[in-house]
Each structure stands twice: as C-alpha cells, then as structure tokens.
C-alpha cells in the first residue's frame, strides 16, 4: 500500500470494513511509530491524523535525535541511557533522514559547565550512551575551541568539549516511518478526525468516529483497540471517552529562528548556556542558514497554530549576540520562524524545563490507552511499550497470536541503504545511476540524501519530467509529483512546510514558486477553484507567520 493522494478515498472506503485490530488516532511520530510496530507484529492496523502528518509537535522540534545530555544535570541516568541507545537505532534505519553532527560546547568562567564537570558528564554521557569510538568526546582548550567556531564569545573562555548529537528532519522521519507502516499493510489517512468513540455492549471502546475534514463526510472505523497518540491534543480527545485519570498534560512553548549565513556565518553547531536564565540553547548550521532555539514557556493557547511572539524573538536574539557578540544580529535579520508545543505530564510545582521528558501510557476503564510525554528520539520504543501491552490485552480478550518482531531492525522507508556504514557509498552509486538519466549531479546528490533508497522513483520522475511543460525547477517538480503519488500530500503547506521543510531553510524559493506549485498541485489532486483559493491562501498565511509570527497576547 502506498500512501498516495489519488488512493485516498479507496483508503476511507476500505477503512469503514471489517474489523481492525488496533486504531491509531494521531499521526505525528508517536502515532506513525505504533503503527509500523503493529502492523510488522502482523496486525491490521489503521490510522487517522486530523491534519497533515507531523502536524503538531512533530514538524516543529529542534530537528536533534538527540542524545539527552542534559538530562545528566537532572541526574537521569536511565534516560540518557536509553535515549543514547535509541538515537543509535534511528540513525542506523534512516541514515537518509539523521546526520551525525559534532557540537561544541564552549566552557565560560562563571558558566554552568566547567572543565572537570563537562569532561566527566561528556565521558559518562560516551559510556551511558554506548557512543562509537570514533563518536566519542574530545575535550578543547581555548585554541582548538576558537578554531573551531571563531565567532564563540572569547572573554571568560577556558575551552570547549566536543561531542555528537544527531541532526534529523523531523517531519521527513515521520512520514518515512508513516510508509513504512503503510507498506507493511497499515490504512492511514490524513485530515481525518476522530469526533467520538464507539462503545460495545460492555461499554468498552471498540471504534471511532471520523470527520473526513476535507469533505465533511462522516464514517465509523471499528477496532479491538483504540489508541491516542495525539500529543498535546491527548487531554482533549480522552474527553471524549469516559474513563477519567488524574494526569494531565502541561503544554510548554519551544521557538526556533532561522538566520542567513551572510548574516550569522556559524560553520559548527553549538551548545551554549544563556546569560540570563542559564537555559541551555542550540545554534546549528543548515543548508546555508543557521537556525537558533529553543524557548521554554508554559503555552495555553490555540495548539494547532502556536505563534512566535516578540517576547520570543528578542530572547533568542539576545541569547546569539550574547554567545556570538561579534555577529550583532538584530530582529529584522530573523528570516523565519517556527513554534511547537511539547506536550509534557504535569508535575505540580515544577518549572518548565524541570518536567520529566517520559512518555507514560494510561489505561482507560473503557479499554482506550493513551500514551503522552516522551521525545522524538525515543518514538520507536515508545511505540513498542505500548504495542505490548495492545497485544497482551488482544491475547487475554480474543486470543490473538501475532509476529515476534523487534523494530530495533527494520529499517524506515528510503532507509534500504546498507546501513548508515555503507550511507556514502550509496549516495555516490546513485549519483553515477543518475548520470545515466542525463540528471545534473547536485540535483541527483539531493534526491538521494532526502529519499534514501526510494530515490530510484523520483529518477524516473525527472527523466519524464524534462518533457513536461512546467514552469518549476525540476528538483520541486519532481519532488511536489512523488509527494503525491507516495505521501498524501494534498495542501501546497503540506509540501512546503512538512515534506520539503523549505518554508524555513529556503523560504526565499517559497514565495518564488508558490503561485506555480499550488496549479500543478491542484491538477495533480483535482481541486476546483474555489478549493485551490483557500488552499493558496492558507499558504499566504503560513508564509507570513513564518517570517513574522502573530502578535498575539502573551501566554500564560
């Protein structure tokens, strides 16, 4: 099964027979992680998003499969473990979508991190973590730090440690484990959502109900298990059911800005502690742009669409000019932005960057589970805890047998590499395939390290491609045709924004070729006129939040 835009009404047929084992309600990483656990375990599986995929939180995190270092500070030795251990398997299943990437952090006198202390924690965290040899930490003096990043603050330096966290795209490792499931016989869908539960005679949950949000038409999706995974929508949709517990979410606001190089020319990604409140920031190098987060505020507002304010601008702003006093950015230097909430489980008491990153799975009187917390790093083993626990509850009450499969080695889609060893190698084998289609070699070398192993079809496209009449680029054209055809790209923001990540590292070619983006688009989906125009203008709207944000009242 593919997850095609022009299937996705035989999806919503197909979705309303039968029973399923297991539906999934939310479709950001969480969500897609369940539901390639459960379909490799062999069962039928179905899965709603009520927007895009990666939506929510999932589009908009500080793009680290990250190791968990400061968790050391919290003492939370168990989860850096396992959050370093995890970081590994996602790496090693899509090297196409995760980059290792060596991250500097510049030691201050009167900062939190001295000498001592960090080369400790950075061994510990080596060890806890089970890093690769050649992976591990180096410790800097003020030299070999400033060699490093030149821009880095040189009054009060003592020098730098060294280590590696990993950079991702996180909606891209989304909908390529969305396709993995998809192929492994999930039905999934996207702007569909759940209005109610469905009930048995025992009053357990056996089902949803679904708004197709597209078409306003309502249908039923009858399954043994029910599970929400929706992120910070978690509370709202348990609502809607009868069990009630006594956790809840606490929503906090995490910020990104992205600047031009010409403006901020950071080459090496860096770890830095804030003047002001200490709060640990991320500065890392991007495709020609150097993006710089993140915040933490408690958020209480619209969750679909959480707006950066000037409050979190100037923070951010403050924070580079402090760590890179040379570079003097100002405001109007800022050329995007993002926001996303992190959906954290309350802990009366405690302050924002204090809340425990778990993930927690509930059960519902009614049989509904429930799984909240958690961080992108660790969404595969999230999904099996709690795929356990669906399986032993389908053995007591039906008596189902299923696979015994680990997802620890089944790699995403596009991650058919040869393992993140042989990634290189393969990106050079392509690149010389290419040839062979008369394709431009940077333009190949793009496909290829964006779609991994799939890259063959988006090849094939280009070739057929350069007889289209298309006033694209061929790489956009290419990849805007793909995207429809293998992942249910219906909306110009859902390519723009979570499949291609442009509207934030290259908006420029956004606003350039957006008008000719949302045509193709509306001929390849078949939208009328009328759709294509709100269409269009929720693209306007999600240009200029990302350039500007909303002024909004501060949150509370």
């Known amino acids: 099964m593919s997850l095609s835009t022009l299937k996705r009404q035989s999806v919503k047929e197909k979705m309303q027979q039968g029973m399923y084992d297991v539906v999934v309600v939310g479709g950001g990483i969480t969500g897609a992680g369940i539901a390639l656990d459960a379909s490799a375990r062999g069962m039928k599986v179905a899965l709603v998003e009520m927007q895009d995929f990666a939506q929510g939180t999932s589009s908009r995190s500080t793009k680290l499969v990250h190791g968990g270092l400061r968790y050391l500070k919290q003492f939370q030795v168990g989860v850096v473990a396992e959050t370093g251990k995890e970081r590994a398997i996602v790496y090693e299943n899509g090297p196409h979508v995760t980059t290792p990437e060596w991250m500097l952090l510049p030691m201050h006198k009167g900062g939190t991190f001295g000498k001592f202390s960090t080369s400790i924690g950075l061994g510990l965290y080596d060890r806890l973590a089970g890093v690769k040899k050649s992976e591990r930490k180096k410790m800097l003096n003020k030299k070999q730090t400033m060699d490093k990043e030149p821009l880095v603050k040189q009054e009060g330096l003592k020098g730098g440690g060294y280590y590696v966290?990993?950079?991702?795209?996180?909606?891209?490792?989304?909908?390529?484990?969305?396709?993995?499931?998809?192929?492994?016989?999930?039905?999934?869908?996207?702007?569909?959502?759940?209005?109610?539960?469905?009930?048995?005679?025992?009053?357990?949950?056996?089902?949803?109900?679904?708004?197709?949000?597209?078409?306003?038409?309502?249908?039923?999706?009858?399954?043994?298990?029910?599970?929400?995974?929706?992120?910070?929508?978690?509370?709202?949709?348990?609502?809607?059911?009868?069990?009630?517990?006594?956790?809840?979410?606490?929503?906090?606001?995490?910020?990104?800005?992205?600047?031009?190089?010409?403006k901020f020319p950071l080459r090496q990604a860096v770890y830095f502690d804030t003047e002001h409140d200490g709060r640990m920031i991320f500065a890392i190098p991007r495709d020609g742009k150097a993006y710089v987060g993140t915040t933490d505020t408690f958020y209480n507002n619209d969750k679909a669409s959480p707006q950066v304010n000037q409050e979190d601008r100037d923070y951010l702003i403050d924070a580079i000019n402090y760590m890179f006093p040379t570079v003097k950015v100002s405001d109007s230097d800022i050329e995007s932005t993002w926001a996303g909430i992190r959906p954290l489980i309350l802990e009366e008491g405690k302050d924002p960057s204090e809340i425990s990153r778990k993930d927690e799975v509930w059960e519902g009187k009614s049989g509904l589970l429930t799984i909240a917390g958690g961080k992108l790093t660790g969404y595969r083993h999230m999904a099996a805890d709690i795929m356990d626990l669906v399986e032993k509850r389908l053995k007591q009450e039906y008596g189902d047998k299923f696979k015994d499969v680990n997802t620890k080695h089944i790699p995403i889609s596009g991650g058919d590499v040869g393992g993140s060893a042989n990634f290189e190698n393969f990106v050079q084998q392509k690149v010389k395939v290419a040839e062979t289609f008369n394709l431009d070699t940077q333009l190949a070398e793009h496909l290829v390290r964006r779609y991994g192993s799939n890259v063959d079809a988006l090849f094939e496209l280009a070739q057929a491609a350069q007889y289209q009449n298309t006033s694209l680029p061929l790489a956009l054209y290419v990849e805007l045709v793909y995207s429809v055809q293998n992942e249910l790209v219906i909306k110009p923001t859902d390519f723009f924004v979570r499949r291609t990540g442009a509207i934030y590292f290259d908006i420029a070619s956004v606003i350039r070729h957006k008008d000719a983006v949302v045509d193709v688009l509306a001929q390849l989906v078949g939208y009328d006129e009328q759709t294509k125009a709100q269409y269009k203008a929720e693209l306007e709207q999600a240009i200029e939040e990302a350039r500007h944000g909303q002024h909004q009242p501060s949150e509370g």
């Not at 999934?188 to 306003?216: C, P, Q, S, W």
């Open 165 to 262: 966290e990993y950079r991702t795209d996180d909606a891209r490792l989304t909908i390529e484990v969305m396709k993995k499931a998809a192929e492994q016989g999930a039905d999934i869908i996207n702007y569909a959502k759940v209005t109610n539960f469905l009930y048995d005679h025992k009053e357990k949950v056996n089902g949803v109900a679904v708004t197709d949000r597209l078409t306003n038409d309502t249908f039923e999706v009858r399954a043994k298990k029910v599970v929400n995974a929706t992120g910070p929508w978690v509370d709202e949709v348990r609502r809607a059911d009868y069990s009630k517990n006594n956790k809840q979410l606490r929503l906090t606001k995490g910020v990104h800005v992205v600047i031009d190089q010409s």
